[in-house]
């Protein structure tokens, strides 16, 4: 079964890397990096390093485009 972006983040656990969440994103490290520096996405620092809880990314994403329940069959 494919996973849409937002099932893809729920699945997961941990901290995620900026490569790993551009990958997903399917965008370039800096542009995660800008947004993330603009506070347009949520983020967190550990020392010098920015990560992303997948759950708060799922969430970012389902409110900017405006998908309230848990279950999405397309982004």
Do not use: C
């Not at 790993?20 to 390093?49: C, E, N, T, W």
């Not at 990560?51 to 409110?63: G, I, N, S, Y």
């Not at 405006?66 to 279950?71: D, I, V, Y």
């Amino acid at each position: 079964m494919k996973l849409n972006l937002i099932e893809e983040l729920e699945a997961r656990s941990g901290g995620i890397k900026v490569s790993d969440l551009a990958a997903i994103l399917g965008v370039d490290d800096k542009h995660i990096y800008r947004m993330a520096a603009r506070g347009q996405l949520p983020s967190f620092r550990v020392g010098g390093a920015v990560r992303f809880d997948p759950q708060e990314v799922a969430k970012w994403l389902r409110t900017k485009y405006g998908q309230e329940s848990r279950h999405t069959s397309e982004l």
